[in-house]
């Protein structure tokens, strides 16, 4: 149905971002190219897994069966959405990381603060003295909320 064809879509399409996201934050010597790249390629995959999929799952004319049993269409096509979306997460990982260090690294002094490795204790301290107990029991209260939904809805 509709929620099925969202979440295949959504799937396909968030890995790059994700990947860009996470090594951007972790991983001080991503560059600017690394993550152009990766988003390409991620994209590219998810769009070429959309482009195999959507005929079959509209049944199309010539699609309606699927594919030539054993091909390569039929194979990426029967691939669980899931799955496909772990290859493209890895494939983006991999782009980004070879990419940025194939190109130089980027100015360490202009990202003082802005990733997890260069983030000095007078910016975790900054940080910290913003919370309070509220934002705490707020944060409690999500996560109990998320994780109910979860239980809930968990088939």
């Not at 049944?59 to 309606?64: D, E, F, K, S, V």
Request: one cysteine or more; proline letters at 5%; aromatic letters at 18%.
């Amino acid at each position: 149905g509709l929620y099925n064809y969202l979440q295949t879509v959504q799937s396909y399409l968030a890995p790059p971002i994700f990947v860009v996201f996470f090594l951007g934050v972790f991983w001080k010597r991503m560059t600017w190219q690394g993550c152009l790249w990766a988003m390409i390629v991620g994209f590219a995959l998810g769009l070429f897994r959309l482009g195999i999929d959507t005929p079959v799952s509209l049944g199309l004319a010539g699609y309606a069966g699927g594919y030539p049993e054993g091909s390569f269409l039929w194979v990426v096509n029967r691939t669980y959405f899931q799955y496909f979306s772990v290859l493209i997460t890895l494939v983006s990982a991999l782009v980004a990381v070879a990419v940025s260090l194939a190109t130089p690294p980027p100015d360490y002094a202009t990202l003082g603060g802005l990733t997890f490795a260069t983030s000095s204790a007078a910016d975790n301290a900054e940080t910290r003295s913003g919370w309070d107990w509220r934002d705490v029991a707020g944060s409690a209260v999500v996560l109990m909320a998320i994780l109910g939904a979860y239980l809930y809805f968990r088939g």
